[in-house]
């Protein structure tokens, strides 16, 4: 079954100081992985996605993500947080097929102090 | 411009109730989909069609039924609510319903509270 999994339910960060939420997912095709932010009582924003090519994905507001084959991961990571990056971040993988459904992940609270 | 919207964006209603959100896209997408978000922020599909036409449906309960007038609109109706109802509906949209690698968007959310 197609899968991913956020192993931190908070992750807490100083403002300045680099930023990695972590994502791992199980999936039986081609990978196909996607970030999103939600801000309190807002709805989901696209961050970025993976689809093939670069491991090194870049996307919005100076956020990239790594996606790891071998250790089946994509880890959102950011060389500066800000505190306006505190927010609800959702991994989430498209299972392919022929429908296009989003499976989530759990969601982590990224908390930036400053 | 929105370019997902919903309403409203807060339901309060008793049980028993029936009501419908309503969402529309003005992105030129031909899918569109519905979400659910419980109190514990998972957030599961619910729905999905493309150009009118029912593609997914997640062993939803039938009191909830989608309706889709056009490909620019996907609403839901839900009859007899419950209050385990209580939760964030998103309505979504991507470009197309094969398109296993397209973005989707998605609405400011509308919270569903079943007294």
């Known amino acids: 079954a197609q899968s991913v999994a956020q192993p931190e339910d908070q992750v807490n960060v100083a403002e300045g100081n680099p930023l990695t939420v972590k994502c791992t997912y199980s999936v039986s095709g081609n990978p196909y992985l996607f970030w999103y932010v939600q801000y309190p009582n807002r709805g989901l924003q696209f961050l970025l996605k993976?689809?093939?090519?670069?491991?090194l994905v870049k996307g919005s507001y100076g956020f990239e993500a790594e996606f790891n084959k071998s250790q089946t991961s994509f880890h959102l990571k950011k060389p500066s947080a800000l505190v306006s990056d505190s927010a609800l971040y959702f991994c989430a993988v498209s299972p392919g097929g022929a429908t296009n459904k989003l499976i989530f992940g759990t969601g982590t609270l990224l908390a930036v102090q400053p | 411009d929105t370019a997902v919207s919903q309403t409203p964006k807060y339901l309060v209603t008793q049980m028993g109730n029936d009501k419908s959100i309503k969402c529309e896209q003005n992105?030129?997408?031909?899918?569109m989909y519905w979400y659910k978000q419980d109190s514990k922020k998972f957030l599961k599909i619910m729905f999905s069609y493309n150009n009118k036409e029912l593609i997914i449906n997640e062993t939803v309960p039938n009191r909830f039924s989608p309706k889709s007038p056009d490909k620019a609109h996907l609403n839901l109706h839900i009859n007899s609510l419950e209050l385990g109802d209580s939760a964030v509906y998103f309505c979504?949209?991507?470009?197309?319903?094969?398109?296993?690698?397209?973005?989707?968007?998605f609405g400011p959310g509308t919270r569903l509270t079943v007294l």
């Open positions: 979504a949209s991507s470009l197309s319903a094969g398109g296993i690698t397209d973005t989707q968007y």
């Open positions: 993976y689809i093939t090519g670069d491991n």
């Open positions: 992105l030129g997408h031909d899918t």
